[in-house]
């Protein structure tokens, strides 16, 4: 709520609060099993994000995100773990790599959240996004060699990356293999509302637990599977699924979320007091100079992606062959870090395989909520004023978001009068309530400019039944109405689903439209439903 009213995003107060509140007297020290970090926050978060991110743009920009989801990752892990080594006494390569791993994915809820609010270019949202459903695979993946590394005491280069092509194969597969024992429960069993979202629940979890005991990535597996199954949601799901399903998942993602960027700043007092030699003013240095090395390598990769897309562009078809420097600069410095480099921080063992202490444990943390905490609040306070200052008009989409929706709302008009004229062509003039059905469809469809229809005929009889013999004219117009409604419906969504197909029209509104029809679809079953005895 203090974030809406100052309007800054709200991972930045969060974490800014969770210090102020963790430095006020008695309070207790906040501590988290590492073994069970990621299982309970990761498997939903991943998975609401994937339910929320537009395959169609996603596979629009699959290049770009490909290329900052996995060699930009191991890039900056790299980079990272060079200039660690060289820089903090004692520290070696494979630690290094291990922070590399933790602090290397940028986290699409500080991002989206930021960009959400001002006028960006939807390709920013969409290109942040998906990076993140695949950023966050690639970084622990390096994390757990890493780990191994530690642990082991060796490191081949060869067979780590050999294993990581088959982590990152094997783990997609089984996100999908289990997202398609999900996809026969949803369609062929009698599941009901409750059912559906107790099972999109179950999912998620299923995927990363089953993906990590095989030694595969979870995250992937979550992604992929949570990719198939929101891609088929209006086949194997009724819309009152639909419907309650997102109300509950956006709630539950908005609190997980807040819980762990609040967990930053309770945190940072417990492992400031365990810092080790150098104290607080050494590992300030250390996090202090992290953060600067990410935001500038960030920046650079952006930028020099955008000058490798004008140069490939001759070769190959891209899907901007001229991005300029304007969308890599606000991309660059959206590389806010949070809920994935936490996770990945906390869930860093207190021992060794042999018992001895891990090594510079506490160090790593520090720096991770050093990077996380800079990277919010300098970023994410001046990403707004950026944004404004270079001002981006809208390169993909020809028509504003509100001529679309005219579009969308003709073509939707247009497509049930089609169906009720072809497939009720004497029912819509002997019905009273199917009439006024299409008397509404016309109005809508006059109204937008579209076609233009003559005044309804004042004898083709609107009235009411009398009341006489009302109550079984009134029910037999009721069901009439209702069977005829929930076609039109049905025919609209479908509609729906081939204007997504087209490049210019966003899935965002598209969306809006499929969840005004689930709407729509509940007030007719709830209002005119045998259920409510008519």
């Known amino acids: 709520m203090l974030a809406r009213k100052v309007n800054i995003a709200y991972p930045i107060i969060l974490v800014v609060g969770g210090l102020i ?227 509950v998942w956006s709630t539950i993602a908005f609190a997980l979320n807040g819980f762990i960027f609040l967990l930053i700043g309770l945190e940072l007092p417990v492992i400031i007091r365990d810092l080790g030699p150098g104290g607080l003013p050494f590992a300030i240095k250390c996090g202090l100079f992290i953060s600067l090395l990410l935001i500038v390598l960030r920046l650079l990769c952006t930028l020099g992606a955008s000058a490798f897309t004008v140069f490939i562009s001759r070769f190959i078809t891209t899907a901007d062959s001229r991005p300029g420097w304007k969308a890599p600069l606000i991309f660059g410095w959206a590389g806010m870090r949070g809920v994935v480099s936490l996770a990945a921080a906390l869930s860093i063992p207190l021992f060794l395989r042999d018992g001895t202490p891990f090594p510079y444990r506490n160090l790593i943390l520090f720096i991770t909520f050093s990077v996380i905490i800079v990277t919010l609040v300098l970023q994410g306070l001046t990403l707004p004023a950026l944004v404004r200052w270079l001002n981006m008009p809208e390169p993909d989409y020809q028509r504003s978001p509100k001529e679309q929706e005219i579009i969308l709302r003709k073509k939707m008009s247009m497509r049930a009068l089609d169906v009720m004229h072809q497939r009720y062509g004497e029912l819509y003039r002997n019905n009273c309530w199917v009439l006024s059905l299409e008397s509404g469809l016309k109005s809508d469809v006059s109204m937008l400019g579209q076609i233009k229809f003559p005044p309804l005929n004042p004898g083709n009889g609107i009235a009411v039944p009398e009341a006489d013999g009302a109550k079984e004219a009134v029910s037999i117009s009721y069901a009439d109405y209702r069977m005829v409604s929930l076609d039109l419906v049905q025919a609209q969504r479908q509609l729906l689903h081939e204007l997504n197909k087209k490049e210019e029209l966003d899935e965002r509104i598209i969306r809006k439209y499929q969840t005004l029809l689930d709407l729509e679809e509940e007030r007719v079953v709830r209002q005119f439903g045998e259920e409510e005895g008519f």
Do not use: C
């Not at 299982?39 to 770009?64: C, D, H, M, N």
């Not at 960009?115 to 996004?129: H, T």
């Open 21 to 247: 509140v963790s430095f006020i007297p008695h309070m207790p020290a906040i501590s988290i099993d590492p073994e069970i970090i990621f299982v309970i926050f990761l498997p939903p978060l991943l998975y609401e994000a994937a339910w929320g991110t537009s395959w169609k743009e996603f596979w629009k920009w699959r290049r770009v995100i490909s290329s900052f989801a996995f060699l930009i990752v191991i890039v900056t892990a790299l980079v990272v773990a060079l200039a660690s080594a060289r820089f903090i006494p004692g520290f070696t390569l494979a630690l290094g790599f291990l922070l590399g791993g933790i602090v290397s994915p940028p986290d699409a809820v500080s991002a989206s959240t930021i960009l959400k609010n001002i006028k960006v270019p939807r390709r920013m949202i969409a290109i942040v996004e998906g990076e993140s459903l695949l950023n966050d695979a690639a970084s622990l993946i390096v994390f757990r060699f890493a780990l191994i590394a530690i642990n082991t005491g060796t490191f081949v280069l060869h067979e780590a990356a050999g294993s990581f092509f088959i982590v990152i194969i094997l783990g997609i597969a089984v996100g999908l293999g289990i997202g398609l024992i999900f996809y026969a429960i949803h369609r062929w069993l009698p599941t009901t509302a409750n059912m559906d979202i107790l099972l999109t629940f179950v999912e998620p979890y299923i995927m990363y637990i089953v993906a990590e005991r095989f030694h595969v990535s979870g995250v992937l597996a979550v992604v992929s599977g949570g990719l198939f199954l929101r891609s088929r949601s209006y086949t194997i799901m009724g819309s009152r699924s639909r419907f309650r399903g997102e109300q």
